[in-house]
């Protein structure tokens, strides 16, 4: 029979070989693998902290970019409003300028023709004087032709007159 005892209790020689064991691997490892291992650690650490201060830096320039791009879009539109002000304002000084010259245009058109109209007026009033006088003369040329009787020229008036109405 099996004895009981060995199988509930491990042999006394075996756990300590075996922990012999255990402490040999465990100083092959302290001496050999856990400083590389370490280091290993502590450079990707390292790293990962250097990426990471990196992507921070990255990320606070693009903050930066993005502020400064605001601000350029800010000002291109503040400009262009600005602009476009400014060109209504010339387009309504332009307007107020090219009413102004075409009514003084207009002034001057309405006083020359108003001084034409005067002038044809004057020149009229010469014609028809030049003619009551070239028929006044022609009328005392013909009383003069006549015997000068006062009766002769009281017809030769009333005809006078009434060519002058015809």
């Known amino acids: 029979m099996v004895d009981i005892y060995e199988k509930l209790f491990p042999n006394i020689i ?9 402490f040999i691997l465990y100083l092959v490892f302290k001496k050999h693998l856990y400083q590389p291992v370490v280091n290993w650690l502590e450079k990707r650490a390292a790293k ?8 921070k830096q990255k990320e606070e320039l693009a903050v930066l970019e993005h502020q400064k791009a605001q601000q ?3 000002s291109a539109v503040d400009e262009s409003a600005d602009l476009i002000n400014t ?8 307007k107020e300028l090219i009413l102004k010259q075409a009514r003084v245009e207009a002034e001057n058109m309405m006083v020359k ?11 009229m009033l010469r014609d028809v ?7 006044a003369l022609a009328a005392s040329e013909r009383l003069l032709q006549q015997e000068v009787n006062q009766s002769h020229q009281k017809e030769a008036v009333e005809r006078f007159i009434a060519e002058l109405r015809s």
């Open 129 to 135: 004087q030049e003619e009551i006088v070239d028929v």
């Open 48 to 55: 990962i902290q250097e990426e990471l201060d990196h992507a």
């Open 72 to 74: 350029v879009y800010k």
């Open 14 to 22: 075996t756990l300590l070989v075996q922990w012999g064991a255990t």
């Open 87 to 94: 060109s209504q304002s010339q387009a309504l000084s332009e």
């Open 113 to 123: 023709a108003k001084q034409d109209i005067e002038n044809q007026r004057q020149q």
